[in-house]
């Protein structure tokens, strides 16, 4: 019997390539299939977000949307109560017309949160719902940069989450390095948590972004005053009320810090030309009129923000300064609680307030501390 042939006769070379490329082409095969999945596997960039969109939202083909957007940032640009009102009510409408446009969301978001940080609501009223319209941007568009800056507000203002919060606040500053307001944001959350020297260092880098900014001028004064450095706030208010001398907020911290560091004649000048409500002094003038030792005059302060409070929402804050100033500790501190209970504007500074500082040796002042989850050092 003839021997059977050597196996390479039996199976020719060109067989041999034959299954190598097959195996090739099944390997790339598999490589090619694999390639789609991994580019539309979300590729966090803080554990968070993925970097592209699930949906398109930035896009809308509704000619009503964008003259809603336009009459909506317009509104929030003028900044007054009324103002922020109108502006909700336009996103809500640009909502309606288009659910997955992103900016309508971030704007109503943003809204929500400048309507309680300035008194104008109560927060419970708006921040949940800051929250939700915040997490719906950041849904459509994760690099909807208004998103997370607004995220981040709800989250100081309503659920005191403050890492979270800072984390948001950068991720906004890194989709918008040259938007003034997320780096201003992110100074203000600085110094809230006892850090100084970086809120004036980060506040300082913000201004570079806009100098004639009256809002960063104001801004930066802000920051100095909770750092602790009132003198140096001085100049910055200054400057800002050079810019705008209209801006009824940077005169109530004038006078406040003019109050705080003794010069109460300039202190009360500054107060005087706040707007009053419905001719009613402001609570400024009272607190001026505290720290001078003219208790009557503030105690009538004091009286007309009750009544005044009746009628309309007044943050808790107001009276915790206004009783502080008059030395009434457990007044002082029944308002500070009420504040954090009600997350009334301003008591995320609660660790840092100079004008509160008297009170803080207190066991109730402490706790507030505590619920506000300011109680760590740094």
Do not use: C
Request: overall charge neutral; charged content about 20%; aromatic content about 6%.
């Amino acid at each position: 019997m003839q021997d059977s042939p050597p196996r390479h006769k039996r199976f020719p070379r060109r067989n041999g390539w034959g299954a190598l490329l097959l195996s090739f082409a099944a390997v790339a095969a598999l490589v090619w299939w694999s390639l789609p999945a991994k580019r539309n596997q979300p590729q966090p960039a803080d554990q968070e977000a993925a970097t592209q969109p699930r949906l398109t939202s930035q896009a809308t083909l509704s000619a009503g949307v964008v003259q809603l957007m336009v009459t909506g940032n317009a509104a929030v640009a003028r900044g007054g109560a009324d103002d922020l009102r109108r502006a909700r009510s336009a996103f809500e409408q640009a909502i309606e017309r288009d659910e997955r446009y992103a900016p309508a969301h971030a704007g109503l978001a943003q809204a929500l949160v400048q309507l309680a940080a300035g008194g104008a609501e109560r927060a419970e009223q708006v921040l949940p719902l800051a929250v939700t319209h915040a997490d719906r941007a950041i849904e459509l568009d994760p690099a909807e940069a208004l998103g997370w800056q607004a995220l981040a507000q709800a989250e100081v203002q309503w659920t005191r989450d403050w890492p979270r919060a800072e984390m948001h606040y950068r991720r906004a500053v890194a989709l918008a390095p040259r938007t003034e307001a997320p780096a201003r944001l992110l100074a203000e959350l600085l110094v809230a948590t006892r850090r100084g020297e970086e809120a004036v260092a980060q506040g300082l880098s913000a201004l570079e972004l806009n100098p004639t900014s009256p809002a960063l001028q104001e801004a930066i004064g802000l920051i100095y005053r909770f750092a602790g450095r009132g003198a140096e706030a001085l100049p910055f208010f200054g400057k800002a009320l050079e810019l705008d001398p209209q801006g009824s907020t940077t005169v109530v911290w004038q006078a406040v810090t003019l109050a705080d560091l003794g010069r109460l004649d300039e202190a009360m000048a500054a107060a005087l030309r706040v707007p009053a409500d419905a001719g009613t002094p402001t609570w400024v003038v009272g607190y001026v009129h505290a720290l001078a030792g003219r208790r009557r005059e503030a105690a009538d302060v004091f009286n007309g923000l009750a009544v005044r409070a009746t009628r309309q929402y007044v943050p808790a804050v107001q009276f915790a300064y206004l009783s502080a100033a008059l030395g009434e500790r457990g007044q002082a501190l029944d308002w500070i609680e009420t504040g954090v209970r009600e997350h009334s504007p301003w008591m995320h500074m609660l660790a840092v307030d100079p004008s509160l500082g008297r009170l803080r040796d207190e066991p109730r002042f402490k706790a507030a501390l505590t619920a506000m989850k300011l109680d760590g050092e740094r």
